[in-house]
């Protein structure tokens, strides 16, 4: 990391940095980058994974215990710049995290995270997976507002995104909206359209079972141990 | 082995109607109508998982590489500023259907979106246990390529578990899914 700079060291840096070619900036910013020397080792990090094309790591700000950053070894900002297989391999690798995650901590989901740009909430310049486990009331509120979205705007969106996809989508005349369950990211869930459903659905017995779920449950619960709590044979 | 119960499987099916932005033969991409943001997409898999551990990886590879083209397409033609991905895999972490998709949600600076935390402090000790709890279970990953090649072969080193187990763990999740709050 670069020591303080007067101002017109910074001036002279950030026009140096304008006249760099795509290449040379990105050399630049490998050079500049945190977790690049963290992947050659320059700069101590616990590793869970490693392999030849990407590296986990636990975070040192996590959001829960056992939050998970997960990195291409190669150095790329945002996700568009990543080549499809390695973008494939990541997003393996944080599948098989997430299941290491529901195996040997004693957590019940996980959220797997990209952020790309800063308003998205991005602050490395090196792009990353966040897998974080999660339990019930762990803190963490997520939220996804439910925006009401115009019929004529919705409809324009979908036409331009169909135009730069070039998807072979039929062109029909919009759709009446479907609602999705709602999606606050949080532990207690009021509303649930499903929940007429499951009631038909024979689940009826388990239900008082789920309810005896322990709460504070002993270290490395199993998902086996788990289903065997909620009765299943 | 779609779910009559399953929305996402009956949109997949045609039966409920959406607004497709992308579709092929194992992977459709729909507009949320009351989405986070206008342009919100979901990215689902035609097949019904209801979590992420059950989703081949073959499938994975797709489903994320179909979720990056939109985010790019998002970046290029409605012209965010960014793009956020998010997957809520069971109850706790925010599912609320059970059939993994993946959010694409169109950013811009305070958008009401909140898709940050606040960090814990842990002490080196409870460090080092989730360390090693963690690395014990991450140690067999990998061999992602062969297993797409040959799928059966592969399959036991990502997890020690039996593969009977499997069924138990899609019926608790499935349950949980279900759950009468």
């Keep these: 990391m670069p020591e303080q700079m007067n101002e017109e060291q910074l001036k002279a840096l950030q026009e140096k940095i304008k006249q760099m070619s795509p290449e040379e900036l990105k050399e630049f910013q ?3 980058c945190i977790f690049c020397q963290i992947i050659a080792g320059k700069v101590q990090s616990k590793k869970i994974f490693e392999d030849n094309i990407a590296i986990g790591i636990l975070d040192i700000n996590p959001a829960n215990p056992g939050h998970i950053l997960l990195l291409p070894k190669e150095h790329y900002t945002i996700m568009p710049q990543l080549p499809e297989d390695v973008l494939s391999h990541l997003f393996m690798a944080a599948k098989a995290l997430s299941n290491s995650m529901l195996r040997s ?3 019940q989901g996980t959220n797997i995270i990209v952020a790309n740009g800063v308003a998205a909430g991005q602050r490395a310049q090196h792009f990353m997976i966040h897998v974080i486990p999660r339990k019930e009331n762990d803190g963490i509120s997520f939220e996804l507002p439910q925006k009401s979205i115009q019929m004529d705007e919705l409809e324009k969106i ?3 995104l169909v135009e730069n996809l070039g998807s072979k989508v039929e062109d029909k005349e919009m759709p009446k909206p479907f609602v999705m369950p709602k999606k606050i990211v949080e532990a207690q869930f009021k509303e649930k359209p499903k929940e007429k459903e499951a009631k038909k659905a024979p689940i009826k017995k388990e239900k008082k079972s789920i309810e005896k779920i322990p709460k504070s449950s002993k270290e490395n619960i199993d998902l ?3 289903a065997k709590m909620l009765g299943v044979k | 082995m779609a779910r009559e119960s399953c929305l996402v499987c009956q949109i997949v099916e045609g039966r ?3 607004a497709k932005v992308y579709e092929d033969e194992s992977v459709l991409a729909v507009l949320d109508v009351n989405g986070a943001n206008p342009g919100h997409c979901f990215v689902m898999p035609k097949e019904h998982y209801p979590i992420i551990e059950q989703v081949p990886d073959k499938e994975i590879g797709k489903i994320f590489n179909v979720a990056n083209k939109i985010s790019t397409a998002v970046f290029e033609s409605l012209q965010a500023q960014g793009t956020s991905i998010f ?3 069971g109850i706790p972490a925010g599912q609320t259907v059970a ?3 993946v959010n694409v949600i169109p950013r811009f600076e305070n958008d009401g979106i909140n898709l940050l935390w606040k960090p814990k402090q842990l002490n080196e000790e409870e460090i080092s246990t989730i360390e090693l709890k963690l690395k014990e279970q991450a140690k067999n990953i990998g061999g992602f390529e062969k297993e797409e ?3 059966k072969l592969h399959h036991e080193p990502i997890a020690k578990m039996p593969a009977a187990d499997e069924d138990e763990e899609e019926d608790y999740f499935s349950r949980q899914m279900r759950r009468i709050p």
Excluded: M, R, T, Y
């Design chain 1, 30 to 32: 490998k050079k500049q």
């Design chain 1, 105 to 107: 901590l004693e957590v």
């Design chain 2, 149 to 151: 090649k040959k799928e």
């Design chain 2, 16 to 18: 409920v109607p959406s």
């Design chain 1, 224 to 226: 086996d141990d788990i």
């Design chain 1, 158 to 160: 979908g036409k331009k």
């Design chain 2, 99 to 101: 059939h993994f998709l």
């Design chain 2, 87 to 89: 997957v809520a895999n």
